[in-house]
Nanobody
Framework: QEWLSESGGKLVQTGGSLRLSCTISDRTFSTYAMGWLRQAPGKDAEFVSAINWMDGNTRYAETVKGRFTISRDNAKNTVDLQMNSLEPKDTAVYIC?????????????????RGRGTQVTVSS
């Protein structure tokens, strides 16, 4: 989707940190929750984290819980993903995605509207 734009992906060493940002350019398009998915080569996109746009309720995949933090800035129309203690298994294209109506839980298919993604590579 042209109205979702990610940035911040790069090459980082194991144990390092990155902050990804998603800019939502069209807020006339109503969303219930914003999320981050990731897709490794040869694999389907998997759910990483999501945040409700209005009440800020968050949720995380078990594989990133305690290491990643999602946040949103309603005034700036941005959603960030702070990633700490990165591991090689976190290597993937990270995709900003929108879920327009509930349920918006832990399933990637619920987040139908997606940006192009940003590459995160964690070297060992």
């Amino acid at each position: 989707q042209e109205w979702l734009s990610e940035s911040g992906g790069k090459l980082v060493q194991t144990g390092g940190s990155l902050r990804l940002s998603c800019t939502i350019s069209d807020r006339t398009f109503s969303t219930y929750a914003m999320g981050w998915l990731r897709q490794a080569p040869g694999k389907d996109a998997e759910f990483v984290s999501a945040i409700n746009w209005m009440d800020g309720n968050t949720r995380y995949a078990e594989t990133v819980k305690g290491r990643f933090t999602i946040s949103r800035d309603n005034a700036k129309n941005t959603v960030d993903l702070q990633m700490n203690s990165l591991e090689p298994k976190d290597t993937a294209v990270y995709i900003c995605a929108a879920c327009v109506r509930p349920p918006c839980t832990f399933y990637s298919f619920q987040y139908k509207y997606r940006g192009r993604g940003t590459q995160v590579t964690v070297s060992s």
